[in-house]
C-alpha cells in the first residue's frame, strides 16, 4: 500500500501525467510494441494513474492522465497479449482471442467511430502458420466483459463477427450484415439514453455516485488499485445453453433469425424433472430506445442490438449486504465490492482480435466514411431531409451524434470533479472526527477531573472519620475518669559514661577499714570492699606477722 501521511507523500514527485508506460519494440524495427511500468489489468482488479496531490487536500491522491491524453486503446485495460502502437490507436494480437477496451466509457448519447482492418476476414499474415487465420470481432463491452476472450462470449458485450457478418452475444451468433475483412472500414454507432438520476430517497440505489479504490505503489508510480465489477449468477444464468429458460431477463431482441430458428444446444438437451433454480434471480434490467449498429465501407447493415442490458450493477442481495456491514464493523482495510457506480461504468469499444489480425481506430472527427447526420433515422428508414433539423446558416443538416474523440475529454473532467467531490467529503469527515475527537478528549478530561475530586473528597472524609474516632474515644475516656500518664523509665546509668559518682565529689566517703567481725558472716547486703581496703588487709598482715613471728615451716 502506498504510504498515505502527508509526511511520507512528502518526498514523492507530484505527477499530473503518469511516468508510464515504457514501450518495449516486439522485433528489432517493429512498429508494434509491448508496454511495462502499468498496471495492467488483471482477473478481478484494474488500476487507474494516480498522481500525489499538493498539500491542501484531505485525500492522498487524484486521478491523473497518460501519454497520448487523447481517446486510445487503454494502456491498462487490454489483455497484455495485445501489442500496441504508440499512439494507442493500432492493436495487433498474438494467439487465440484477445481484447481490449478504449478509455472512455460511454454512459449516455450517440456516438460514433470507424475501425480500419489492418488484417482480419481469415488473412494469414507473414510466415503464419495458423491454420484459423486471423480474425476480428468489432463491438461494445461493460467493465465485467473479460479481456482474455472475445467480444460477445456473453451477455456483457455486444460483438459483429468478420468471418460471418454475424452479431453475437452470449456466444449465440445472428445474421447481421455482410462479412468483413482485411482493407475494411467499419463503423461502430452506440445510442443510449440519458443516465438514469439516483433515488436520493434510497440509500441502496446504484445509479448513487461511490468509489472503492485503494492508491499503491507500482514501481515508482502511485496508481489506484480497483476492485473489478464482478459478474452476476443473473447474467451468466443467461449462459445456460440447455434450453432451459430463466426468469431473470431475456436475450435483446432480435431483427434476424437463424436458419432453423432455434439457439445452439451446447450444454445438451435438457434432462427432464430438473428443477431450474430461478426463484433467487434478480431481474435484469435493459437501457430503453438503446441500440447499436454497424458500417461497413459507409454501408450500414441495420439495427444490430436493441435494448441493452443496463451497465449499472444489480441492487444487493441480503447476503451481499450482510457481507458488507460485517467488514465494516471489522474494520480491516480492504477492498470491497462496489454496489454503485463508480464513474467508470458504460460501454466502451470493445476489440477482439485473433492470432496476428491487426486494427487501426479512428476516433474522429474526421472519418474515411463520414456517416450521415442522423444515423437513426437511416437505421429506422426514414426519408433524410436537409431542412428537417439545420444549423444556424441553414446549409447543412443538424448532426445528431458525436464522435468518440470528444468523449475522452468529457470523461476526464467527469473524473477530475469526482475527485473534487470525493476531497470535499474528505474534509468533511476530517472535520467530523476532529470533533469527535476533541469531545472525547474534552470527556477524558472531564473524567479524570470527576476521578481527582472523588480521590480528594475520599481522602478528606478518611481523614474526618479517623479525627471523629479519636475525638470519641478521648470523651468516652474522660467520662470513665482515665487519666492517661506516659510511663517514666529511668535512663540506664551505662548510656551516661560511668556507674558512679567520681572521687572528690561532696557525696563521696571511702569505705571503713575492715575489722575481725569483717571476716565474718556478712552483715547487710551490701558488700564494703575497695580498692582501699585491700591495701589496709594487706597493712593488718604485716603487723600480726611482727608480733607472732614468721610461720612454722
Known amino acids: 500500500l502506498l504510504a498515505t501521511s502527508r509526511a511520507d507523500l512528502s518526498s514523492r514527485p507530484i505527477l499530473t501525467i503518469s511516468r508510464g508506460p515504457t514501450f518495449i519494440p516486439t522485433a528489432e524495427g517493429s512498429e508494434w510494441f509491448k508496454t511495462e511500468m502499468i498496471g495492467v489489468n488483471r482477473v478481478g482488479y484494474r488500476y487507474v494513474p494516480a498522481g500525489i496531490n499538493p498539500p491542501g487536500h484531505a485525500t492522498p491522491c487524484r486521478t491523473i492522465e497518460s501519454n497520448p491524453t487523447s481517446f486510445r486503446v487503454s494502456w491498462e485495460d487490454r489483455s497484455p497479449f495485445l501489442k500496441v502502437s504508440k499512439d494507442g490507436l493500432s492493436i495487433a494480437g498474438n494467439k487465440g482471442f484477445r481484447s481490449g477496451r478504449c478509455n472512455a466509457p460511454i454512459r449516455e448519447g450517440k456516438w460514433y467511430m470507424e475501425v480500419k482492418i489492418l488484417h482480419g476476414g481469415g488473412e494469414h499474415v507473414g510466415d503464419e502458420s495458423m491454420r484459423e487465420g486471423s480474425h476480428v470481432r468489432l463491438g461494445w463491452g461493460r467493465r465485467e466483459a473479460p479481456l482474455n476472450a472475445p467480444v460477445g462470449l456473453d451477455g456483457y458485450s455486444y460483438g459483429y463477427r468478420d468471418k460471418t457478418g454475424d452479431k453475437i452475444t452470449l456466444s449465440r451468433p445472428r445474421p447481421c450484415g455482410r462479412p468483413f475483412g482485411t482493407g475494411d472500414v467499419i463503423g461502430m454507432y452506440i445510442s443510449l439514453p440519458p443516465r438514469r438520476q439516483p433515488n436520493k430517497k434510497d440509500p441502496l440505489d446504484p445509479a448513487h455516485l461511490k468509489r472503492e479504490r485503494i492508491p499503491i505503489d507500482l514501481k515508482g508510480q502511485e496508481v489506484f488499485e480497483i476492485l473489478e465489477y464482478p459478474q452476476s449468477k443473473e447474467m451468466m444464468a443467461l449462459m445456460d445453453y440447455s434450453g432451459r429458460t430463466t426468469s431473470s431477463a ?190 472525547e478528549e474534552d470527556k477524558r478530561k472531564q473524567r479524570e477531573k470527576r476521578r481527582q475530586q472523588a480521590e480528594t473528597r475520599r481522602h478528606a472524609d478518611a481523614k474526618r472519620k479517623a479525627e471523629e474516632k479519636a475525638r470519641k474515644a478521648a470523651e468516652a475516656k474522660a467520662k470513665l475518669g482515665v487519666v492517661d500518664h506516659e510511663p517514666v523509665i529511668p535512663p540506664s546509668p551505662l548510656r551516661h559514661s560511668t556507674a558512679y559518682e567520681p572521687e572528690g565529689s561532696v557525696e563521696y566517703e571511702p569505705s571503713p577499714a575492715p575489722t575481725f567481725a569483717s571476716y565474718g558472716e556478712p552483715q547487710g547486703g551490701q558488700s564494703g570492699y575497695t580498692s582501699e581496703n585491700h591495701d589496709n588487709d594487706m597493712d593488718v598482715d604485716h603487723d600480726i606477722e611482727a608480733i607472732m613471728g614468721p610461720p612454722t615451716p
Request: charged share 30%; hydrophobic share 30%.
Open 250 to 439: 431475456s436475450v435483446p431482441s432480435n431483427s434476424k433469425k437463424t436458419a432453423n430458428g432455434k439457439l445452439p444446444e451446447r450444454g445438451g438437451p435438457a434432462v427432464s424433472g430438473t428443477k431450474t433454480a430461478t426463484t433467487n434471480l434478480r431481474p435484469l434490467p435493459t437501457l430503453p430506445d438503446s441500440r447499436i449498429a454497424f458500417f461497413v465501407n459507409g454501408e450500414p447493415q441495420g439495427v444490430a442490438f436493441e435494448d441493452l442490458y443496463d451497465y449499472l450493477p444489480l441492487r444487493q442481495s441480503d447476503t451481499q449486504k450482510a457481507n458488507s456491514r460485517k467488514r465494516t464493523k471489522e474494520g480491516v482495510k480492504e477492498h470491497r465490492e462496489n454496489p454503485f457506480d463508480d464513474g467508470t461504468l458504460g460501454y466502451y469499444p470493445f476489440i477482439s482480435l485473433f492470432n496476428e489480425a491487426s486494427v487501426r481506430l479512428n476516433p474522429g472527427p474526421d472519418f474515411e466514411f463520414p456517416p450521415p447526420p442522423d444515423i437513426d433515422a437511416v437505421l429506422d428508414g426514414k426519408p433524410t431531409k436537409s431542412s428537417a433539423a439545420t444549423t444556424s446558416d441553414d446549409t447543412q443538416p443538424k448532426r445528431t451524434w458525436r464522435p468518440a474523440c470528444e468523449r475522452y475529454p468529457e470523461f476526464m473532467q467527469e473524473e477530475w470533479a469526482f475527485d473534487a467531490l470525493e476531497d470535499e467529503e474528505a474534509k468533511v469527515e476530517l472535520a467530523k472526527m476532529a470533533a469527535a475527537d476533541k469531545l
